[in-house]
């Protein structure tokens, strides 16, 4: 059987390490951690564990961290973890499965990430486990990554985001301004990221501009030009302007089919206009995609049943079309019956 180290980086994680090296430790034939500044309990933490610890002198670059780490790795293949990541215990049965199976054929395995809350999760694909003789490299002081090459395999097998607190809203964002104060030219991957963290801390205007700048680019992620009109969109409709909203989420149909997350957002705006129809009509076309995991980009797996049936049941409700109104709403109740949305409501419908 081939070896599987495990790297991180952290800082300030006491709440969340033993949780998670608690249920993992089993998995790894050496676990390599390193610390950023800890300030808290978490190196003592730490020593109760197998781990070996290394400091880190933090200079705002994540990518920078994360390959010190991988640099003292010594297994044939790296998994790379979050502190605050969970892996349930089904999960890692799949796991140990999928480390019997690694050998040298196989570069990147690529294992699904979930984040969010149970009412509102994105899921989608990340390289996990990378074979250490391809010399992978991390990409990007913030927001990093590695770009797969090679034989690349897809598992069915989820790794949980569960923070237990927030972090310093703007700490991306303050990187981000740092490089460009430096002059350091933003990749077209970096632009839409940054824009992104502009419209994270409610400064639409300015990611307005860099959206813009981002979707004038070419050569970048298709995923990420498709996102970048959503949220695009989004920070249209924060500056009243509903319109250039809707023509933005259009021009993502440019890029490739409609993405069942396009579609809601454009029943939503169609919805707040009181055209209920058309409303009906682009939420009826988002239950008829399949969501692709494989394509790298985020997806919102209620934009393709749950939510657009649900709110095609509020707009026939306002067209007086109380026996539809009932029949969808009875549809996204069977999807999710112990939503939070449906509980609220199941007094209005009835």
């Not at 694909?125 to 990093?144: C, P, Q, S, T």
């Not at 940054?194 to 990611?207: H, Q, V």
């Not at 797996?301 to 539809?324: A, E, K, R, T």
């Amino acid at each position: 059987m081939v070896t599987l180290s495990l790297c991180m980086i952290v800082k300030n994680e006491e709440d969340v390490i033993a949780r998670l090296l608690n249920s993992v430790e089993d998995l790894f034939d050496e676990i390599i951690v390193v610390d950023t500044g800890s300030t808290d309990n978490t190196k003592q933490i730490l020593n109760n564990f197998n781990c070996k610890i290394f400091d880190y002198k933090w200079h705002n670059d994540f990518a920078s961290a994360r390959n010190y780490a991988f640099s003292h790795a010594t297994s044939d293949f790296i998994m790379w973890l979050d502190a605050d990541d969970i892996i349930i215990p089904s999960e890692l049965k799949k796991l140990k499965a999928l480390k019997g199976e690694l050998n040298n054929n196989i570069d990147v395995v690529m294992l699904k990430y979930s984040i969010g809350s149970s009412d509102n999760q994105l899921k989608y694909y990340r390289e996990r486990i990378l074979r250490k003789n391809m010399g992978f490299v991390w990409e990007d002081a913030v927001h990093e990554c590695i770009t797969p090459r090679g034989n690349i395999i897809y598992k069915d097998i989820f790794i949980t985001h569960a923070k237990i607190k927030s972090g310093d809203p703007k700490r991306n964002l303050k990187i981000y301004n740092s490089l460009i104060k430096n002059k350091v030219k933003l990749s077209p991957r970096q632009m839409f990221y940054y824009a992104r963290e502009l419209m994270y801390n409610n400064n639409f205007k300015k990611a307005i501009i860099w959206f813009k700048r981002f979707l004038k680019t070419t050569g970048g992620f298709k995923e990420n030009y498709i996102e970048a009109c959503l949220n695009l969109s989004y920070c249209y409709l924060n500056t009243n302007n509903q319109e250039i909203a809707k023509q933005t989420l259009f021009k993502s149909f440019n890029y490739d089919l409609p993405r069942s997350e396009i579609l809601c957002e454009l029943g939503s705006i169609y919805y707040e206009q009181k055209l209920y129809n058309q409303s009906i009509y682009y939420y009826l076309l988002a239950t008829t995609n399949t969501p692709n995991e494989n394509n790298g980009g985020f997806i919102n797996p209620d934009c393709y049943g749950f939510l657009p049936y649900l709110q095609i049941s509020f707009s026939y409700y306002y067209l007086n079309n109380f026996s539809m109104a009932n029949h969808y709403f009875n549809i996204a109740k069977k999807l999710k019956p112990n939503s939070t949305l449906i509980l609220e409501n199941q007094k209005f419908f009835n």
